[in-house]
């Protein structure tokens, strides 16, 4: 299409702007408003000045993401807290614990153990009591259950065996913010 006379007059006269000025940018306030709703319950120039608003908010991004890399490993240090707390309600150290189990081949994790300690907890009381019996056989020093709580459990020595090897955690992606490339993988790692 050709730019002629006509189609000047036509875009001026369709046009919702007046002709003979610059036609305005986007409008800025829609994001003012939505910083003003991020920053809304600061104090002082972080809530009244756009500059205090903008940095406020910029460490309030970047503590949301610290939190939010942090969370797997807080996961994992609650859920052993919780696990240890639970064996020590059954008379049970937390070491011989996880090394009954590792011996006879139960994979189950801390976060698993401490979901089964707060809504199973007759079957972890019951997991427990397999432990103790198994580390009572094995020689270590376990404070028996009291009578009427206890459970009867026969266990023979052939559950006991050597424990798995752990499993290699290989890292994802790039190393050190992408400076460097990851390494190619061996074939035996497959």
């Known amino acids: 299409m050709r730019l002629s006379s006509i189609l000047s007059l036509r875009r001026i006269v369709n ?3 007046h002709p003979f000025q610059v036609i305005p940018k986007p409008d800025m306030w829609r994001k003012r408003e939505q910083l003003q709703q991020f920053t809304a ?18 460490k309030l991004f970047h503590y949301l993401n610290m939190q939010r890399e942090d969370e797997k490993l807080t996961e994992k240090y609650h859920a052993e807290q919780r696990v240890s707390t639970a064996l020590a309600e059954h008379d049970m150290e937390y070491s011989k614990f996880k090394s009954i189990l590792s011996k006879s081949h139960i994979l189950l994790d801390n976060i698993v153990l ?33 009578a009427e709580f206890s459970y009867d459990v026969h266990v023979d020595n052939s559950i006991l065996r050597d424990p798995l090897p752990r499993a290699v955690e290989y890292p994802r992606g790039a190393a050190e913010n992408h400076t460097n490339k990851p390494r190619k993988l061996r074939p035996d790692e497959f």
């Open 41 to 58: 319950w600061q104090y002082a120039s972080e809530r009244t000045t756009v500059k205090g608003a903008y940095r406020k908010q910029d």
């Open 114 to 146: 401490a979901q089964l300690a707060i809504y199973e907890p007759r079957s972890f009381k019951s997991l427990v009591s397999f432990a103790k019996e198994l580390a009572r056989q094995e020689g270590m020093s376990v404070i028996p259950d009291d």
């Open 15 to 17: 046009s919702g702007f």
